[in-house]
């Protein structure tokens, strides 16, 4: 009866733990699919699951060697303990390696001396920085950008050009409007590069409308616009002209 109930608690455990394999691969193939992969988790469920197998095939190991002395006492049971040796000893090995490294690297990132962590901490944010930096390497880089993501909700065309100086601009509209009551007077918006900002971080474009009137070409409004060429973060401010 007791035997019965062993098997019975054996086949018990052994179809849970094949459940148990088969979810963790699937959750593994499923999260790695969506890009949520997170391999330290995954490494530690692995060897959890190989514990859990090696304890439990040496345990089948030695209840069959046991039923099998009683069943025949006068037969040797020494080939069966060699091999149960050699995978104790095997099992412990690797089980031991995995449970070394792992302390090892704790220790190493726990005790890590203070200038060697202010060093690669200033690396790191070396790096991060490496990588901001050129993101709008150019004017024209900036502009293209300002005009992606705000300029073109209002206009749909954009023509760069230079000016004789060689000062980059752009038109993005052209015609006829009124002005103070003058009817057909010529208009044209642009943005003009005025110059880097004075952190040094942002590039800065002037945006305005010019009537070509009778008196002379006179600004109407004007925007100031400033890109991070770090970032690429866009603020946009009004400003009193001749400034």
């Known amino acids: ?17 094949v459940i148990c394999v088969l979810s963790y691969t699937a959750a593994r193939i499923i999260l790695k699919e969506y890009g949520y992969f997170y391999y330290d988790f995954f490494e530690k469920g692995k060897m959890l699951l190989l514990l ?7 345990c089948i190991g030695v209840g069959n060697l046991k039923r099998y002395k009683m069943r025949y006492p006068g037969r040797s049971i020494t080939g069966g303990c060699i091999l149960l040796g050699i995978f104790t000893v095997v099992s412990v090995g690797f089980f031991g390696n995995y449970f070394v490294r792992t302390m090892s690297m704790r220790e190493t990132s726990a005790y890590q001396p203070v200038e060697e962590r202010e060093e690669k901490a200033e690396e790191t944010e070396e790096s991060k920085t490496q990588e901001q930096r050129g993101v709008y390497e150019t004017v024209e880089d900036a502009y293209q950008y300002l005009y992606d993501e705000v300029l073109s909700l209002s206009y749909s065309s954009s023509s760069s050009q230079y000016n004789a100086k060689g000062n980059f601009y752009a038109v993005l509209e052209t015609g006829m409007g009124t002005y103070e009551g003058q009817e057909n007077v010529p208009y044209t918006i642009e943005v003009v590069y005025d110059r880097i900002s004075d952190d040094g971080e942002s590039y800065m474009f002037n945006f305005y409308k010019i009537y070509e009137t009778a008196e002379g070409d006179i600004t109407d409004f004007g925007l100031r616009y400033l890109v991070n060429k770090y970032t690429g973060k866009i603020t946009a401010e009004e400003v009193p002209w001749g400034n």
């Not at 009866?1 to 733990?17: A, C, D, G, V």
Request: aromatic letters at 20%; zero cysteines; proline letters at 0%.
């Open 52 to 58: 859990i197998g090696a304890v439990y095939i040496w």
């Open 1 to 17: 009866m007791k035997r019965l109930k062993k098997r019975k608690w054996s086949k018990i455990f052994l179809i849970l733990y």
